[in-house]
């Protein structure tokens, strides 16, 4: 016991030192035991154990307790929890079920069956002595509930779907006709292009956006809720005077706005209005180009691969660098590419066939497609199924000409498969709806002669 209580004592002191002895909280001085001996050390320290053991054990069960709560509470949050995913999983259940009810044809179009007129709007179009109002193209949101339409009196009109197309039945009839403009926005002259963010959403007001260019002036962003100016886009040209541009496209995740110009592309950042970041001079980046850039497109599966057509009879493709370049025979009005990301279409002026291009050997045509008429300088929309199967184009002579596409290459030309008559006016915009069998057309064009016969206006059709 002498040994035991030795060593322990030695212990103690080379571990906390010369002048005290240390036992949990309490710090007691060597004068405390000069004659006690080391048994009545020994003891000492064995009380004080004991009683750090009594007191660790009472943490313990404290702990335990407070973990039994903690567990017992955790159980009860599980089976609530439990419980509401169990709700959640039969609300689905009965969703689901009655989405299978809905017909599998839902969502394409019937052009076998003659087309419905569903509503139109003519009064904000009707020609004055004073100016034209014939309509320049639509353009369906990405989100399917709004109209983009442009039109001569400066003026770009935003059409809302009306609420009975948003029912899952067929509607037998509208509670009216007529198609009124939720926003109207004046620009400050000529309107030459107009683009929506490719990510608006109606349900989320920050990405409702859409962008337009016009005659001496600078691109702007408007709200398209309210129809505020947002921001402002100025490009400078070569002796840093404002330069309007002529055609203008979202690009890289609506990050960057790409404008088109006379023998120039010019970039913008989207979260940073102002001055453009980065410009292309078709005379150093693309030699054998020139000419005014009519129009911008992004490939929808290879992000930053960039189409862009002149109205000089070239069109140019852009991924970090030009690619390449190739002529058509007339200036290009537009162009698309093809859901797939692996075709390029292309339109151009007073010609009745547009062209598909190869993009895996771009100077390669795969087939043309003829039968629309076209004899105008005027641009002609077109617009491709969200498919990719059939592709539908407005006309002069006011009829909208479809194509079904082919799956192989081995093809030359592609006839009409079906024309239906709409207007008795030029279509010069068409607009195919991705979740509805609606088409929305805007007619009109350019007249001289004052007395000639002009119906201007904006129509919805139902094709199923």
């Known amino acids: 016991m002498k040994n035991d209580a030795k060593f322990t004592v030695l212990m103690f002191k080379s571990r ?56 017992a509470k955790r159980i009860s949050e599980i089976r609530i929890q439990n419980d509401e995913n169990l709700l ?108 929506w963010n490719p990510f608006m959403n109606s349900w989320e007001p920050e990405t409702c956006y859409f962008l337009s260019t016009s005659r001496e002036s600078p691109i702007h962003l408007w709200d398209a809720f309210n129809g505020e100016l947002k921001a402002t886009y100025r490009a400078y040209n070569q002796v840093d005077e404002v330069e309007a541009a002529l055609s203008i496209q979202f690009v890289d995740s609506a990050k960057k706005v790409w404008a088109g110009f006379k023998n120039a592309l010019r970039m913008f950042n989207m979260e940073h209005p102002g001055r453009q970041t980065d410009t292309l001079l078709f005379k150093r980046d693309f030699p054998n180009v020139r000419g005014i850039v009519s129009c911008i497109r992004e490939n929808p599966i290879m992000p930053g691969l960039v189409g862009f057509g002149t109205y000089s009879k070239d069109i140019g493709l852009y991924k970090d660098g030009p690619l390449c370049s190739f002529k058509t025979e007339s200036g290009v009005t537009q162009i698309e590419f093809s859901p797939c990301g692996t075709k390029l279409f292309s339109a151009v002026r007073r010609n009745n066939e547009f062209l598909c291009w190869d993009l895996r050997n771009p100077s390669n045509v795969l087939y043309s497609l003829k039968g629309r008429q076209c004899d105008t300088n005027q641009r002609i929309q077109f617009d491709i199924m969200h498919n990719g199967k059939e592709v539908v184009s407005g006309g002069t002579n006011g009829d909208i000409a479809i194509w079904e596409l082919p799956e192989s290459t081995n093809c030359e030309n592609l006839n009409v498969t079906h024309k239906i008559n709409l207007s008795r006016d030029c279509i010069n915009g068409i607009s195919l709806h991705k979740n509805l069998p609606i088409v929305a057309i805007s007619t009109g064009q350019r007249f001289c002669d004052t007395l000639q016969d002009r119906y201007n206006s904006v129509q919805l059709w139902w094709c199923f």
């Open 88 to 195: 959640y999983t039969k609300e689905n259940e009965a969703i689901k079920n009655t989405e299978v009810t809905n017909p599998t044809n839902w969502f394409y179009y019937n052009w076998n069956n003659s087309p419905r007129l569903l509503c139109e709007a003519t009064a904000e179009y009707e020609a004055t002595d004073l100016c034209e109002k014939f309509t320049k193209g639509c353009q369906w949101s990405p989100d399917g509930t709004c109209l983009l339409v442009p039109s001569e009196d400066f003026r770009i009109r935003i059409y809302e779907l009306p609420t009975e197309l948003y029912s899952k039945k067929i509607p037998s009839e509208l509670s009216s006709t007529k198609l009124s403009p939720a926003l109207t926005v004046k620009e400050g002259g000529l309107i030459y292009n107009t683009c």
């Open 16 to 71: 906390f030192g010369r002048k005290s002895l240390h036992f949990g909280l309490q710090t007691f001085p060597f004068s405390v035991f000069p004659a006690a001996g080391l048994q009545q050390l020994g003891g000492a320290i064995l009380e004080i154990a004991m009683t750090t053991k009594s007191n660790e054990t009472l943490v313990n069960e404290i702990v335990t307790e407070k973990s039994e709560e903690n567990i």
